[in-house]
């Protein structure tokens, strides 16, 4: 019903920047909120930050100050802007949107900071 594509990773070095976008498409879908998590190899999945239609956001300690989500209802796109990126970043980052009861996941992008 609702399908994700992601963009925007790559290889930055400690410092640098980078813009992760997740566009989603579909039929009759109303999206209630949209997030980013990531994953490093060995860790658990891990909520990055999240927004509602509404506008509310909600990021993990790791990441506030550095990262910022937002969001283009009319192209039902999220996006997340990091900065000051740290090694600790270095995963792979899931989009993930809340339609109804369902949600639904993005096919990963990896993102690798090193020097």
């Known amino acids: 019903q609702v399908q994700l594509v992601e963009s925007g990773g790559g290889l930055v070095q400690p410092g640098g920047s980078l813009r992760l976008s997740c566009a989603a498409s579909g039929r009759d879908f109303s999206i209630n909120a949209m997030g980013w998590y990531r994953q490093a190899p060995g860790n658990q999945r891990e909520l990055v930050a999240r927004?509602?239609?509404?506008?509310?956001?909600k990021y993990a300690d790791s990441v506030k100050g550095r990262f910022t989500i937002s969001r283009d209802n009319a192209k039902d796109t999220v996006y997340l802007q990091m900065n000051s990126l740290k090694p600790e970043d270095t995963a792979v980052y899931y989009c993930r949107v809340v339609v109804g009861f369902r949600y639904y996941w993005g096919q990963g992008t990896q993102v690798t900071v090193s020097s």
């Open positions: 927004i509602t239609s509404g506008g509310s956001t």
